[in-house]
């Protein structure tokens, strides 16, 4: 395969050439001094790009998957209350790993479109007099719907209700491409993968802890061995790892914070919402909705677009793999079938947003959609060179 089109799947993303090539490195001893000159600054990097100076970053070869078992085993017992909103997949699964380790979870059912509901929360957190509830759950970026939701928010549901709940986010999909305040939102463990901001392969779970999350380590009963983040500290420690560690990819994720930093945080979110602006500008061409019931849900990292009733948007997905060789999300669980999703994040300039979507209408007009050609490109268009000479300012 030596021609190849960009992915617009909201990960694994498209790589810069320069983070495959730091992840393509030959063998070196992990034991080595050169191996703790690319963990500390890796670790280093992470703590700038979730805004934290007091949480500890524990990196394990897993997936984001792997952090959320690091996050609940590390700190948590089994038959523990946990309070967790349902709106998408991927809040689906986290639910579903808790309920498999024996935790009680308390599930706010909440339409796919929506965010969390911060007021339930905060009712149900008043509610718990005796604060059985140990730990909420919240993911921000909710990738099967392309819905954020408001951390800080959720946060001030649990002063408010005067909880002492621990706060465990899963930015999996927002994390390095948009604005993520640990410390500012006062969440205890954060938790994301190296295949989607970081634009680096698929082989990491990120994880941060707060100090008081990682208090809760010693008494935490739910047994654990792999992702022991004590092993871990340990490993660390001693400039190692307790076991064999992906060097490459750490490597990888020691210039990717690299990269991000040195382009500024700020920057790299406002390229995030300038991509998104023109993709969500080209779905109201269309026609079409968002299946984010509100702008101030709109994710700026993933589009998940209703197409019209009585159409399978899983035929776009599939006719766009097959005949132009480009990859679209398909829509997961509840909205399978009346969503196509677009991911715009990590490696993605203007140009092949462009080509992301002049494809989605080629499918569209394939597949007999009443979808004028050109539309939601020429729209997607107006708003880059809108706001392109801004961008072209600052880089000067
Ligand atoms: C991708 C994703 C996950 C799963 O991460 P893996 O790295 O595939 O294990 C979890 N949560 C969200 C929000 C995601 O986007």
């Known amino acids: ?42 670790l280093r990097g992470v703590k700038a790009v ?14 984001g998957t792997g952090g959320w078992e690091t996050a609940i085993t590390n700190t948590l017992s089994p038959g523990d209350r946990i309070l967790a909103a349902r709106n998408g997949m991927f809040s689906q699964r986290w639910i579903d790993m808790c309920q498999r380790h024996g935790l009680d979870v308390t599930v706010v059912e909440t339409p796919w479109g929506d965010g969390i509901p911060a007021d339930r929360f905060e009712e149900i957190l008043t509610a718990d007099r005796s604060h059985e509830i140990k730990a909420v759950l919240a993911t ?99 400039n190692g790892y307790p076991y064999t560690p992906a060097v490459g990819l750490l490597n990888g994720l020691k210039l990717s914070t690299e990269l991000l930093l040195a382009e500024g945080l700020d920057a790299v979110f406002a390229r995030h919402r300038r991509i998104a602006d023109g993709v969500r500008a080209a779905v109201r061409a269309w026609g079409m909705e968002l299946c984010a019931t509100a702008p101030a849900l709109h994710s700026d990292t993933v589009s998940a677009v209703r197409t019209p009733a009585g159409f399978d948007a899983t035929a776009l997905v599939t006719h766009a793999a097959t005949v132009y060789d480009v990859a679209f999300g398909v829509g997961l669980g509840e909205v399978a079938g009346k969503v196509f999703r677009i991911g715009h994040l990590g490696h993605l300039t203007d140009v092949m947003a462009l080509s992301g979507l002049a494809t989605a209408e080629m499918c569209m007009a394939d597949l007999g959609l009443p979808v004028r050609l050109g539309s939601g490109v020429a729209a997607a268009q107006e708003t880059y060179r809108a706001t392109a000479a801004t961008s072209a300012r600052k880089a000067a």
């Open 1 to 42: 395969m030596y021609m190849q089109n960009p992915v617009f799947i909201p990960g694994p993303t498209n790589m810069p050439e320069v983070l495959r090539r730091a992840v393509d490195m030959p063998t070196l001893d992990h034991r080595s001094a050169l191996f703790a000159e690319i963990l500390h600054p890796a």
């Open 140 to 238: 921000h970026n909710e990738t099967a719907t392309g819905v954020r939701s408001d951390i800080a928010a959720v946060r001030r549901a649990l002063d408010a209700a005067g909880h002492p709940a621990l706060l465990y986010v899963d930015g999996v999909s927002s994390i390095a491409s948009m604005d993520f305040r640990m410390d500012e939102w006062g969440v205890d463990i954060a938790v994301t993968g190296s295949q989607k901001g970081f634009m680096l392969p698929a082989g990491l779970a990120i994880t941060a802890f707060s100090p008081r999350a990682l208090a809760l380590v010693d008494t935490a009963k739910l047994p654990r061995t792999f992702f022991d983040i004590r092993d871990m500290r340990r490993g660390y420690a001693a």
């Open 50 to 63: 979730l805004k934290t100076e007091t949480a500890e970053i524990f990196v394990f070869p897993s997936t």
